[in-house]
């Protein structure tokens, strides 16, 4: 599922013609912002102290940013689907108030578990699968191997290595299970989303070296 932006991606239609673009495919609850379990109030939205600051150095080495995230709460009948796009909305008006734009935001309501039969599946959307990554990147003409995923749990990191990217662990204390498996490990662990750019702007001047 997709939360349409007016710009590049709007209601699901492909409108980019530019190709080989890179991103960085970015969980929110842990990773943007502080995780309230199941939050369907906009109030309680709010930035990480190094959120902005982060996001427009990538913008500025031509980044493009996509948010991916796992949204179980619906499936679990917490809140309804409609529920999430104010949260999305304080999310970008809260972005674009520090000179930050978001390319699209990508989410999944579904869990296997969940108890609202219209989303209780097995789906490919859901982390750690790369379905939402892959959707995307097809849309936005993204190259998966020039790009990154960054959260806070393993979850995050398979998706993101699934789908072809290098993938970065913000190790904040949200990762409690710490399951290993062939795609869950990163290139790199970071204290915050700073240290983690860091890493991926100093990536790229090698790449390019």
Known sequence: MAIGLDK???GGQDVVTTTNLKAVFLDKDGTLTPDVPYNA???KVRLFPD?????KRLQAAGYRLIVISNQSGVARGKFGEKALTPL???LLELLEAEGVELDDIQYCPHHPEGTVRKYAVTCDCRKPMPGML???AAAHHITVRDSW???DILHDVEAGNRAGCRSILIDNGNETEWQTGTFRTPAFRAPTLSQAVDFILTMQ???VA
């Open 205 to 207: 001047q090698e790449d």
């Open 8 to 10: 590049p991606f709007i």
């Open 51 to 55: 959120t902005a600051a982060s996001l």
């Open 134 to 136: 892959l959707r995307a």
């Open 41 to 43: 109030d906009p109030a």
């Open 149 to 151: 995923m960054v959260g």
């Open 88 to 90: 999305f909305l304080r």
